[in-house]
């Protein structure tokens, strides 16, 4: 009972403390991702969540897009019950990052620690995968209809 009134004592006061205004983005970012070291999933949703839904990401840099995406993969990794919404939110930050300053991004998660590379890899692949689906019908690779189309027109 303490543990959890002190966890949301101390969302609270994160959630407060992010209230202070867009100069500080730095220093909440930095709590959420100390909060996913700590596992305190609980406190960097709350951090997170705050930043996503101001209107502070246009004024983000692509490095501080890039670090967000990456705490919402983590958020996603240990909370079964809104992976796709994270998932989802990591996604779009990644692709802002990348569109914002794609040298920053590209250098921000090509240093990142072993243990959130996977992280990284995921997003590029998803994003990836979104933005230029597979087209099936236009995959000839190693195949052609030609042949078949040529002896069908001989009879």
Known sequence: MKISLMAALAAMCLAFSACSGSSDIESQIRE?????????????????????????????????L??????????????????QSNVSTAAGLYRRAYETDADSASLYYSTLPPDKLPYARLLSILVGNIDNPYDMASDTVGYTDEPFHDSMSDE
């Open 32 to 64: 959420a991702e100390m909060a996913t070291a700590k596992g305190d999933m609980t406190a960097a949703r709350s951090v997170a969540s705050h930043l996503v839904g101001n209107e502070n990401l246009s004024d983000m840099p692509a490095s501080q």
């Open 66 to 83: 890039a670090r967000l995406s990456i705490v919402y993969m983590q958020l996603a990794d240990t909370d079964s019950t809104d992976i």
